[in-house]
Antibody, heavy 127, light 108 residues
């Protein structure tokens, strides 16, 4: 079955770095665009970053642009989020999420929505 | 900027119909998607491409679209439907994604 398992969360001081990972199984990772979404305590969902299935295109929310880097290793079925210059307002549960695969005959393409999510990993930025 | 606006909260009695709206200037050109999130859990998809319902989602969940507003309708609301609901859409390349602020549905 499809599984997405995040790891790497924890408590970190402001200005420091942290790297999150999302290990996936149960599907062909290299066919799906992937995303990171976060949720601050008691707040709504905030999209953080997305990456195409082959890693050739990435996009970021304005709030993290220049500080966070999304990447993927299709040979290891792993999605990553490198977070630098962390701030208190980066405190949140971070989810990885998979885009749906639309197929017509033999042709498939990845597209919204997010059909599977991980369970999330908590990042706390505090001195 | 690309924004989606939802009412922060609404309440409904069991058996009644809940209609949750989501407004945004890009919605006439882009599909909207709806997620349900119960406390402490990851979101789950309940409506995609404005009106489509994924397998396993009860028929009481439906979606509609009109101009710059999309609506999630829950007919015959049950206690288990009490949750936060988020709309989602994206820019044309589907890479830059936006969520609405979420609507907390309370079942009285």
């Amino acid at each position: 079955q499809v599984q997405l398992v995040e790891s790497g969360g924890g408590v970190v001081q402001p200005g420091r770095s942290l790297r999150l990972s999302c290990e996936v199984s149960g599907f062909t990772f290299s066919r799906h665009d992937m995303h990171w979404v976060r949720q601050a305590p008691g707040k709504g969902l905030e999209w953080v970053a997305g990456i195409w299935h082959d890693g050739s295109n990435k996009d970021y929310a304005e709030s993290v642009k220049g500080r966070f880097t999304i990447s993927r290793d299709n040979s290891q079925n792993t999605l990553s989020l490198q977070m630098n210059s962390l701030r208190a307002d980066d405190t949140a549960v971070y989810y990885c999420a998979r885009e749906l695969l639309y197929c017509s005959g033999l042709a498939c393409r990845s597209g919204l929505p997010f059909d599977f999510w991980g369970q999330g990993t908590l990042v706390t930025v505090s001195s | 900027s690309f924004e989606l606006t939802q009412p922060p909260s609404m309440s409904v009695s069991p058996g009644q119909t809940a209609r949750i709206t989501c407004s945004g200037d890009a919605l006439p050109k882009q599909y909207a998607y709806w997620y349900q999130q119960r406390p402490g859990l990851a979101p789950i998809l309940v409506i995609y491409k404005d009106t489509e319902r994924p397998s396993g989602i009860p028929e009481r969940f439906s979606g509609s679209s009109s101009g710059t507003t999309v609506t999630l309708t829950i007919s015959g609301v049950q206690a288990e439907d009490e949750a936060d609901y988020y709309c989602q859409s994206a820019h044309s390349n589907d890479t830059y994604v936006v969520f609405g602020g979420g609507t907390k549905l309370t079942v009285l």
